[in-house]
T-cell receptor
Framework: QKEVEQNSGPLSVPEGAIASLNCTYSDRGSQSFFWYRQYSGKSPELIMSIYSNGDKEDGRFTAQLNKASQYVSLLIRDSQPSDSATYLC????????????FGKGTHLIIQP | DARVTQTPRDKVTEMGQEVTMRCQPILGHNTVFWYRQTMMQGLELLAYFRNRAPLDDSGMPKDRFSAEMPDATLATLKIQPSEPRDSAVYFCASASLTANTEAFFGQGTRLTVV
């Protein structure tokens, strides 16, 4: 049974600070890792993908992957109220477009 | 504007009725996924297709759910008969195996079975 674990939160962060979201996964064969953002009542929106160990930066977002520890994280710098949402970690095994296994998400609240 | 299109957006039906949800994947994407989202279980993979062939439907209750892809532009998810426990948001997502492996979601169908 492939599992992806996230702290459900809510995680409350003051505006302008760094928000740190964490995710662990059980399947050591996992090769692709994604972060989706989901606003209430909306569909998941892809914000970051990462495939190799280390950091990947895109604007205010940085994804970090440590396959040895089976750990993925997302950092959001200069947090804005519009970043308030649920962040879903997703993991895929294998190199093809196999189904993603999702965590249940972390609810992030950015306090103005 | 490339996006996954799902219809209907909302569906309210009585227990025992048949429900059909439709999905148009992004043009050129060859992989289609069906997910169900509830507060308790989060996002669960029900089934997925690659090049219109079903690859995995192990997440789907076989007795009442069926998924098909009659052509490259249409995927369907059918529930017959529907039950109150099927109430959820059903998402379709598509991906391109050749270009990248990132999946893009449609807006979802919110199903309520009363």
């Amino acid at each position: 049974q492939k599992e992806v674990e996230q702290n459900s939160g809510p995680l409350s962060v003051p505006e302008g600070a760094i928000a740190s979201l964490n995710c662990t996964y059980s399947d050591r064969g996992s090769q692709s890792f994604f972060w989706y953002r989901q606003y209430s009542g909306k569909s998941p929106e892809l914000i970051m993908s990462i495939y190799s160990n280390g950091d990947k930066e895109d604007g205010r977002f940085t994804a970090q992957l440590n396959k040895a520890s089976q750990y993925v994280s997302l950092l959001i710098r200069d947090s804005q109220p519009s970043d308030s949402a649920t962040y879903l970690c997703a993991v895929r095994s294998g190199g093809g477009a196999d189904g993603l296994t999702f965590g249940k998400g972390t609810h992030l609240i950015i306090q103005p | 504007d490339a996006r996954v299109t799902q219809t209907p957006r909302d569906k309210v039906t009585e227990m025992g009725q048949e429900v059909t949800m439709r999905c148009q994947p992004i043009l050129g994407h060859n992989t289609v996924f069906w997910y169900r989202q509830t507060m308790m279980q989060g996002l669960e993979l029900l089934a997925y297709f690659r090049n219109r062939a079903p690859l995995d439907d192990s997440g789907m209750p076989k007795d009442r759910f069926s998924a098909e892809m009659p052509d490259a532009t249409l995927a369907t998810l059918k529930i017959q008969p529907s039950e109150p426990r099927d109430s959820a948001v059903y998402f379709c997502a598509s991906a391109s195996l050749t270009a990248n492996t990132e999946a893009f979601f449609g807006q979802g169908t919110r199903l309520t079975v009363v």
